[in-house]
């Protein structure tokens, strides 16, 4: 499913950088800069649960990891509903004032910043087993092909195709991962599992946003000096960027909760270490093969495919090394 939805990712950043001038593209990727800023008023909270909800659940003790659970959704929950709700308010002012563009871009960065912090960070933590992940796996597939469908939507409407694209995949993605979800939860906050889950998850949270902020703060800093223009020839080191990503997170996503459990149950370090082993060892030899191949070969398709974005190919070569790493 992961190498599907690579494959389909690249199609369909290929043909939307061949549809969008790099101006019209930039101003739209400006709009997940300002979200991935914003989701990280989630303080750790998600990764806390990602870590306490298997590891409860591997030792037995459902009813501690329900109200983990309860307590999480609570927290995340409102603090989606608020960062909408602000910038519902803000589109309804831009469009007051006619500029149709910002109204727009205040609705992506509000419905996919509820995305992020509820559906992402809430709802997909839920799924924790081989039976769990084979429903994502559904998800992603479904998500896959909506994403090919409303192509015709950036043909037709560049910017505001765009905008409405990412708005679909918003409610998709949401109807399904939460119809499908395998735990159902009261939303109730208990103080000592919202601390304990602060704790557990700040460690975890500052890492992982140390590491995954370096891809943003790229974004900002090219958005800063070069403009819209530049960041839209920035956006094929971003696909490449997210499309290599992929079966990492991939990787993350299914032996994570499996390791948890697996301490939950009381395994030792090296049962849990085998969980990953074998998914790192094919990532890492999938990653070479594609810096030997993407190298060469990313020139050559940027020149015939989309000539409007050569000043961004050099760029997108460095991520094939990066991935690697």
């Not at 870590?51 to 659940?57: C, D, G, H, N, W």
């Not at 995340?76 to 509903?81: A, E, I, R, V």
């Not at 990412?166 to 939303?187: E, I, Q, R």
């Amino acid at each position: 499913v992961s190498l599907l939805n690579s494959v389909v990712s690249i199609i369909c950043g290929l043909l939307v950088a061949k549809w969008i001038l790099p101006d019209e593209l930039g101003s739209f990727n400006a709009l997940s800069i300002i979200s991935s800023y914003i989701i990280l008023i989630q303080v750790g909270i998600p990764s806390g649960l990602s870590r306490e909800l298997p590891f409860y659940m591997g030792k037995g003790e459902r009813d501690l990891a329900l109200r983990y659970a309860s307590t999480a959704i609570f927290f995340l929950w409102y603090l989606s509903l608020l960062v909408m709700a602000v910038c519902v308010v803000l589109a309804v002012y831009y469009g007051w004032t006619g500029n149709w563009p910002f109204a727009a871009g205040a609705l992506v960065v509000g419905f996919t910043s509820f995305q992020a912090l509820y559906v992402t960070k809430y709802l997909k933590v839920l799924y924790r087993s081989d039976e769990h992940f084979i429903r994502m796996a559904n998800i992603d597939l479904i998500t896959t092909l909506l994403s090919v469908l409303t192509l015709y939507l950036v043909y037709k409407y560049r910017f505001y195709g765009l905008c409405i694209r990412a708005l679909m995949n918003f409610a998709v993605d949401w109807y399904y991962t939460d119809k499908w979800k395998p735990l159902d939860s009261a939303s109730r906050f208990d103080n000592g599992c919202f601390r304990s889950l602060l704790k557990v998850g700040m460690p975890i949270y500052g890492v992982a946003s140390i590491y995954g902020l370096w891809p943003v703060v790229q974004r900002t800093v090219v958005l800063g000096v070069f403009g819209a223009q530049g960041l839209g020839l920035f956006a094929l080191a971003n696909i490449v960027q997210g499309i290599l990503s992929t079966l990492n997170n991939a990787v993350a996503n299914v032996t994570f909760p499996k390791m948890c459990k697996l301490h939950g149950e009381g395994k030792g370090i090296r049962e849990v270490l085998r969980v990953p082993l074998r998914p790192f060892l094919l990532s890492l030899g999938g990653y070479a093969l594609l810096l030997l191949a993407g190298w060469p070969l990313f020139p050559v398709v940027v020149a015939h495919f989309l000539p409007n974005y050569q000043g961004g190919v050099e760029a997108a070569q460095w991520m094939f090394p990066v991935a690697l790493v």
